[in-house]
């Protein structure tokens, strides 16, 4: 039966709902192993999916029931499993896991502990109710239309809530605010002298957010669906900077040509240039590591992220700019 969820229900932890009636592959076995292991347990009527772990318990990867019929009876487990593997963790919500089956359309997901080691699975069933045909398409969509409405119920608090968990976090923006006016104040005869610096000031700016946003949604992607674990950080953090060094270069580049074109001046023109690349860097860093603490500090990332992100790159990004600026003129 579904559970009628409220408000308080939708932030109970996924482990209390986690059914065991899971089949899992060991990733080194071939599919005829597998499936004549299959055979001699006694597996439940609602299985969707099968789990490739190692010998450890580890989730490796996700079999579904028609590629493991389908395939080679030579191949390995590991060669024919799915990945990368949506799972969600034992103290996330149900919230986020209404989340995950909404966006991704799965009907079962994966539930590891804080090593990644598969405890149970959590069922579509879970939240639909009469849902007896999960194959036919128009039965698919009702139940994740249902999924939708508990979510959006799970919402509905009242303005005084909402208020009391976003004030706080706008307070960093005032604060950064007041920050970047100490900054410009203490430059402001050098932006008399080169006029140019403060006229792209926004431009600059503007262009930190951007990307420190964009980064930020990724990384909140990878640590409320999935464990994060050091490495992943860095495997994330060195993506980012990567693609922020290109978003930076090539932004850089063209109000570079426009600085130069419009105002003749090519020293402030690779001032412009350098600021935009450092400040798109900052905000690629940032947009990974402050969604990560915040997270690890078990505060609402969604909330707390935008607010903390952008007046630290606003900061950092007027700070460099100006900075070096001063230093070269």
């Given at each position: ?10 932030n ?18 071939t ?6 292991l299959?055979r ?23 079999v ?52 990644n ?21 128009q ?95 860095l ?16 932004s ?68 460099l ?9």
């Amino acid at each position: 039966m579904a559970l009628k969820l409220s408000s308080s229900l939708m932030n109970e932890k996924v482990k209390k709902f986690t059914t065991k009636e899971l089949a899992t592959l060991n990733h080194t076995h071939t599919v005829k192993q597998a499936i004549s292991l299959l055979r001699e347990k006694q597996l439940c009527e609602k299985i969707i999916y099968f789990y490739a772990v190692d010998d450890n318990g580890v989730l490796l990867g996700v079999v579904p029931v028609r590629k493991l019929l389908s395939c080679d009876e030579t191949e390995k487990v590991s060669d024919i499993m799915d990945t990368p593997i949506f799972s969600i963790r034992e103290n996330a919500t149900l919230l986020q896991a209404s989340e995950l089956f909404l966006e991704h359309r799965y009907m079962a997901l994966p539930v590891v502990d804080d090593n990644n080691k598969l405890t149970g699975v959590i069922d579509i069933n879970l939240f639909t109710d009469g849902i007896n045909a999960l194959s036919k398409k128009q039965e698919l969509e009702k139940a994740f239309q249902f999924i939708g409405v508990h979510i959006a119920a799970s919402r509905k608090v009242s303005a005084w809530i909402r208020f009391k968990d976003r004030f706080p976090w706008l307070i960093c923006n005032m604060l950064s605010g007041l920050l970047c006016a100490v900054i410009v104040s203490r430059y402001q005869l050098m932006l008399k002298e080169v006029i140019t610096l403060a006229i792209f000031m926004t431009a600059i700016l503007a262009l930190s957010e951007s990307v420190s946003i964009q980064s930020m949604t990724i990384t909140l992607q990878h640590i409320i669906h999935s464990k994060l674990s050091f490495s992943r950080l860095l495997r994330l953090l060195r993506r980012e900077l990567t693609t922020a060094l290109l978003l930076g270069a090539s932004s850089g580049l063209v109000l570079f040509f426009i600085s130069f074109v419009w105002k003749h001046n090519l020293v402030a023109s690779v001032l412009i240039f350098t600021g935009v690349l450092l400040g798109i860097c900052t905000a690629g860093i940032f947009g990974v590591i402050i969604p990560t603490v915040i997270y690890s500090l078990k505060a609402d990332p969604k909330v707390a992220t935008g607010p903390i992100v952008l007046a630290l790159v606003d900061v950092v990004t007027l700070f460099l700019y100006f900075g070096i600026a001063s230093h070269i003129l």
